[in-house]
């Protein structure tokens, strides 16, 4: 399959009234609606999702940092990685990484965030085969100078952190050298993050994706229209989002051409459950693992489970067209 990072075409300055309260530990901001947009452009119908079988045990998690530049925007990046030895619920930093090669995750924080805020939910994944990689940008995290505008320049910060990342898969002496997969990759982000990851699959599409996990997100400012090769989509929404409202993170779902699925909870907000454990994390993450092991492994029995993991407990109610 042609990989390639499509040039960023985002021209529009928009989004600024939905995401000011983006961060989960910010004030409740005013909702907004996503205004009509034109319907997306044709799309290839046929996940490119590649056979095989997902890791059945739990690896233990390795931590370390990468301090990335992209033309004088620092961009340092947290890895969370699959790392040998016995697996344990806090990550080991430094640890070695296992031996096998692992898909990779490259994930985006919310406003006024930063990737350790999502660490029990990214932890969960690189425990489960996973490499994720998690940029901190540098106007919309915590330390940032809150330039909610910046977002329209985080694809193009994804891309370039994605590209420095599978670097060190043939970078001599690296504990990741030989560990990545570059032919299974995927896309995950919440709130700002979200429009982030819509932004990868739309006006600034990178080709080396296949597949999405939005959490409260919306295509607001990055473009609408789902281009390149089908890649799965996830969606996840809470119903009482104070910030991103429901119906436009739905208005984003629905135009997705490709298989998708969206697990909305009714009593969700605008995503605080992702930041400490519980029953909803839980059935989050539980889904949100299954679907990457389909959608990057390949692993049909995942697939089977993904189901079965979003309405356990009815917590979650699940669209499912995967």
């Not at 070695?96 to 924080?109: D, E, I, Q």
């Not at 910046?150 to 990342?165: E, H, I, K």
């Not at 789902?226 to 135009?255: I, N, R, T």
């Amino acid at each position: 399959m042609s990989r390639r990072v499509t040039p960023a075409l985002l021209a529009s300055a928009v989004l600024l009234a939905g995401l000011a309260g983006c961060s989960t530990d910010a004030p409740p901001a005013e909702s907004w609606q996503a205004p009509p947009e034109p319907p997306p452009a044709a799309a290839t119908p046929t996940p490119q999702v590649p056979a095989g079988t997902a890791p059945k045990q739990a690896f233990a998690v390795g931590v370390r940092q990468l301090k990335l530049d992209r033309d004088g925007r620092a961009l340092p990046v947290t890895l969370w990685y699959p790392a040998a030895g016995e697996a344990g619920g806090t990550a080991k930093r430094s640890a070695s990484a296992a031996s096998g090669r692992f898909p990779v995750v490259m994930f985006s924080h919310g406003l006024g965030g930063r990737p350790d805020d999502y660490a029990t939910l990214l932890t969960r994944w690189a425990a489960a085969g996973f490499v994720v990689a998690a940029p901190t940008f540098p106007h919309t995290s915590r330390d940032g100078d809150g330039n909610v505008l910046d977002v329209l320049n985080q694809p193009a910060d994804v891309s370039y952190a994605l590209t420095q990342v599978l670097a060190l898969n043939a970078k001599a002496g690296d504990q990741l050298r030989g560990r990545l997969d570059a032919e299974r990759v995927a896309a995950a982000g919440h709130s700002a993050g979200g429009v982030t990851t819509i932004g990868l699959f739309t006006a600034s599409r990178d080709e080396r994706l296949d597949a999405g996990v939005v959490f409260a997100g919306t295509a607001l400012g990055v473009g609408t229209a789902f281009a390149g090769a089908s890649a799965p989509q996830l969606f996840v929404h809470g119903e009482l989002d104070e910030v991103v409202d429901y119906a436009a993170g739905k208005a984003a779902y629905d135009k997705v051409p490709w298989p998708k699925a969206m697990l909305s909870l009714p009593k969700g907000d605008h995503g605080r459950a992702l930041l400490s454990d519980g029953a909803t994390l839980r059935v989050v993450s539980d889904t949100s693992v299954e679907f990457l092991r389909w959608s990057l492994y390949g692993d049909a029995a995942a697939k089977k489970r993904i189901h079965t993991d979003a309405t356990r407990g009815d917590i979650a109610t699940f669209d499912d067209h995967l």
